[in-house]
């Protein structure tokens, strides 16, 4: 019943900036806990942001702490991801996520499609 579609990924240079951008369908950041994840080849689905819907208050994972800043539009259905001074490592396909709690992956209930990230001189 929830759609949620990723956008905004690309190929980028270290150093770069890049905003990533996921549109759902109805109130559902209103209403709902949202979050960033990553996944590469060989390793899971890495929680990378959260944000509460009712307070507002965000949490990042270590790695990205200081470079990515995650926000919402509600009046738009959009989630952000703010990613600025990209390293390789953050090579990824980014997924939006709703509709669950925490940084494992299986505590969520909503996924996007995902958008690629690739980070590389």
């Known amino acids: 019943q929830v759609q949620l579609r990723e956008s905004g990924g690309g190929l980028v240079q270290p150093g770069d900036s890049l905003r990533l951008s996921c549109a759902a369908s109805?109130?559902?950041?209103?209403?709902?806990?949202v979050a960033w994840f990553r996944q590469t080849p060989g390793k899971g689905r890495e929680f990378v942001a959260f944000?509460?819907?009712?307070?507002?208050?965000?949490s990042y994972a270590d790695s990205v702490k200081g470079r990515f800043t995650i926000s919402r539009d509600n009046a738009k259905n959009t989630l952000y991801l703010q990613m600025n001074n990209l390293k390789p490592e953050d090579t990824a396909v980014y997924y939006c996520?709703?509709?669950?709690?925490?940084?494992?992956?299986?505590?969520?209930?909503?996924w996007g499609q995902g958008t690629q990230v690739t980070v590389s001189s």
């Open positions: 996520a709703c509709g669950g709690w925490g940084t494992s992956a299986s505590g969520w209930t909503f």
């Open positions: 109805g109130r559902t950041f209103s209403i709902s806990n």
């Open positions: 944000i509460y819907y009712a307070s507002g208050s965000t």
